[in-house]
């Protein structure tokens, strides 16, 4: 067999083509996410190895918890934390198990930005919010009075 071309990739049958490194036109498959390894060696018992998912959901169980038992606003800044967490985790550790869902930066981009907006919503639920935006009273006033 001669081949000319670089070879990157061999059939099913063991024979080498050549591919393109531009993406198909149509997926075929599915990658795993960066990160998407074992957060713990594969000897390790199967909470060890997924330490990160479960630390997240344990915080999260926690804050939901906390919101059933009348502590809405600490119980869903808890919620919010864990998820920015999460994000933290995924920024910083180069194996997080099942936390990695996509590419790094759209899960740390997701996790933060809905972590931060959860906690902010908290703290600025009524009755007496923990942090008032002025500009946020007048734009409603403004909204609702036209």
């Known amino acids: 067999m001669v081949v000319r071309?670089?070879?990157?990739v061999v059939d099913e049958d063991g024979t080498p083509r050549r591919a393109t490194r531009r993406f198909p036109l149509f997926t075929?498959?599915?990658a795993r996410p960066e990160g998407?390894?074992?957060?713990?060696?594969?000897?390790?018992?199967?909470p060890a190895r997924q330490w990160p998912m479960l630390a997240v959901l344990v915080l999260v169980g926690?804050?939901?918890l906390l919101t059933a038992?009348?502590?809405?606003?600490i119980g869903t800044m808890l919620v919010g934390v864990a998820l920015v967490g999460g994000a933290v985790l995924r920024w910083l550790l180069p194996g997080v198990g099942m936390l990695a869902v996509r590419s790094r930066f759209t899960d740390i981009a997701t996790y933060g930005v809905l972590g931060l907006?959860?906690?902010?919503?908290?703290?600025?639920?009524?009755?007496?919010?923990?942090?008032e935006?002025?500009?946020l009273k007048d734009t409603l006033h403004f909204t609702v009075s036209s």
Do not use: C, E, K
């Open 133 to 135: 935006v002025p500009f």
């Open 62 to 64: 926690l804050g939901l």
């Open 28 to 30: 075929r498959d599915t």
């Open 69 to 73: 038992f009348d502590a809405f606003r």
């Open 36 to 46: 998407g390894g074992r957060a713990a060696s594969g000897d390790a018992p199967a």
């Open 5 to 8: 071309d670089a070879i990157s």
């Open 117 to 131: 907006v959860i906690v902010l919503l908290a703290l600025m639920a009524q009755p007496n919010p923990w942090l």
